[in-house]
């Protein structure tokens, strides 16, 4: 099939049966799922489209990379700077966020972990911060989830070994290639000082020559994101279509329902109409459509009745933790590829994962790293600092040339101060706002201590970075899901409570932000949702013929 039969530049007048926007994790993910069981499917797509002739670049961030908005739009990442006002101070920093086909999947680096059943009861881990809006529960259980959780795994290739702690994860998991004989040592340490290492769960095909790419477009397109591994089918084998380029600016709705969704494309304002509506914009843009969203009926934005839409802002937080090995073994084997959980939860607080970290110490990837960390504080800091940076970076290569680098992902709360805001006068129409309260920053340093106390027997270990290590591309909450419509803005299926034919499934979704990796919770729920929506649409229209025999995938 050409690329023109499924890129199309006009969505017609007659509704289709759903309208996705956003084609990140949980856009194309849910879209797929829809066109596979027969729906005819729109992807509405701000950035450009990244497959066909595309020049994906060297699979790895570059020190001195352009950063004009055309240029940063054609790698996958998003154009303007995010401003915001955290703790730390004012800042406006290109956020790590991705645009086009497969969103941040596009950039990401494919650490497809799953939640912990203790991630969907979330409030026993955190009895004394009580200004936290921290349920006692998801409105699904992990059980729930958990043939979701499968199919995304099969979706998505993943390969890994089980948790041993936890039994997370088993048969949808592919096997994964050897161990480097450095990291095979590191593998062996870790389980003879009483841990409990095992193979990370990760979504790469390891073709020849595999950069395990993250933070950059993966030029062999051996990574799984929801560009190659979700949308390209729904587009090439179940006739769904896609519009790149095109803005959505506002859901226009009634009493209960989305009438027509409102696009920029061209420089032209037009319309469109579905049966169903998936808002997949992002947790930083989803709730800034729906604020915008204003009408009689809604005067504070669609779906904002209980006003939480925007709120509950939630970012991990995170060290890099550079371990010397034992030896100078070889380095030759996957990068990403130890991931332990054994302070996941401990003395009953919920603090998070440990994983590889997937990047070689070199001055390239030293020297990206320092530049975003100055980019996090106030702009003085930057201007005085950024000529020293190029000698820091060579020495700290050097320096660390053996070690291993993994990271911590601490579980951040949420609370209803932390939020998006409209703002027309801002690069992207919004700000943010962010407190890094006391109760992240201790336990973030108990874990800290934590790793440095049970490795400390075998390995020198270093943490690298500043007490501002808020993770911007692991956004989530904005528009949690729960049982009740006072506290919450979707119900347990996605919907929006008192709009019958708009669900949201990307990271706004999170009641809580769980201490590891998001993407493959984004994905499994969005595969729940696709079917929640089938089943509804199979009540409204007639059913297609195709469906009888559909096949499962993923
Ligand atoms: C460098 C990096 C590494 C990461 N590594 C990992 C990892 O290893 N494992 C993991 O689990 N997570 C990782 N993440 C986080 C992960 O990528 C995100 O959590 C996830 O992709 C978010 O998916 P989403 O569906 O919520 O939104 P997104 O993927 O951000 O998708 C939103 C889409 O909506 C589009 N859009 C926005 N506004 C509009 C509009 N108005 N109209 C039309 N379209 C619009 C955007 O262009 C985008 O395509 C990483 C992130 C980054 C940046």
């Known amino acids: ?57 060297p699979g790895k961030v570059l020190v001195n990379e352009d950063d004009r908005p055309e240029a940063r739009r054609a790698r996958g990442r998003w154009p303007l700077p995010l401003q915001g006002k955290t703790s730390f101070g004012e800042v406006e920093f290109f956020a790590p966020l991705g645009t086009g086909t497969g969103g941040t999947s596009s950039l990401y680096a494919a650490q497809l972990e799953r939640f912990l059943p203790s991630d969907f009861e979330p409030r026993q881990h955190h009895p004394d911060e009580t200004d936290a809006s921290l349920p006692e529960a998801w409105p699904i259980r992990y059980e729930e989830l958990t043939p979701y959780y499968e199919r995304a795994e099969r ?98 709705a009634g009493d209960s329902r ?97 994983q590889s970290v997937g990047v070689t110490v070199e001055p390239g990837s030293v020297m990206y790293y320092l530049r ?7 702009r003085l800091w930057l201007r005085l600092l950024s000529p020293l940076l190029k000698i820091a970076a060579y020495l700290g290569a050097y320096y660390f040339r053996s070690a291993a680098v993994l990271a911590t992902i601490v579980e951040d709360l949420p609370y209803a101060d932390n939020r998006i805001i409209p703002d027309p006068s801002a690069k992207n129409g919004m700000r943010f706002e962010y407190r890094y309260t006391d109760d992240l920053r201790a336990r973030n340093g108990l874990l800290r201590a934590k790793l440095k106390r049970a490795l400390g027997p075998n390995h020198r270990v270093f943490v690298l970075g500043t007490d501002n290590n808020i993770n911007y591309g692991h956004v989530c909450g904005t528009c949690r899901f729960g049982d009740d419509p006072a506290t919450s803005v979707l119900d347990r299926d996605n919907r929006a409570h008192d709009v019958e034919n708009l669900y949201v499934v990307d990271a706004s979704f999170f009641p809580s932000s ?41």
């Open 155 to 252: 979706l998505y290739r993943v390969s890994g070994t089980p948790d041993p702690l936890h039994g997370c994860g088993g048969e949808s998991l592919r096997e994964p290639p050897a161990l480097s004989p450095r990291d095979q040592d590191l593998f062996d340490s870790f389980a003879q000082l009483g841990l409990h290492p095992y193979r990370a769960h990760v979504g790469y095909e390891f073709v020849p020559g595999c950069g395990e790419c993250g933070g950059a477009l993966c030029p062999k397109r051996c990574k799984s994101d929801s560009g190659n591994v979700a949308l390209m089918p729904a587009l090439t084998e179940h006739g769904a279509k896609l519009m790149v380029d095109c803005e959505v600016l506002a859901l226009e």
């Open 258 to 354: 989305v009438e027509q969704v409102r696009f920029r494309r061209g420089g032209e304002e037009r319309t469109v109409r579905a049966h169903v509506v998936v808002l997949a914009a992002g947790a930083y843009m989803t709730p800034l459509l729906l604020l915008n969203s204003t009408s009689e009926q809604w005067p504070d934005g669609v779906a904002n009745r209980s006003g939480l839409v925007g709120r509950n802002l939630m970012l991990h937080s995170g060290d890099f933790i550079a371990v010397r090995p034992r030896s100078n073994a070889s380095m030759v084997g996957p990068k990403k590829a130890l991931a332990l959980n054994d302070f996941y939860v401990s003395d009953g607080k919920k603090l998070g994962t440990f």
């Open 514 to 554: 769980g201490g590891t990796n998001p993407s493959l919770t984004i994905a499994a729920n969005a595969i729940r949702v696709g079917e929640v929506i089938d089943g509804r649409l199979g009540e409204r229209l007639e059913a297609p013929q195709s469906r009888e025999s559909l096949p499962v995938v993923g």
């Open 1 to 57: 099939m050409s690329a023109t039969s499924y890129l199309i530049d006009d969505a017609g007048n007659e509704p289709w049966d759903v309208v996705v926007i956003g084609t990140g994790m949980g856009g194309a993910t849910a879209g797929h799922e829809l066109a596979r069981r027969g729906r005819r499917v729109l992807f509405l797509e701000k950035g450009p489209f990244l497959f066909g002739d595309t020049e994906r670049g």
């Open 372 to 378: 975003n960390q100055l980019a996090m504080l106030p």
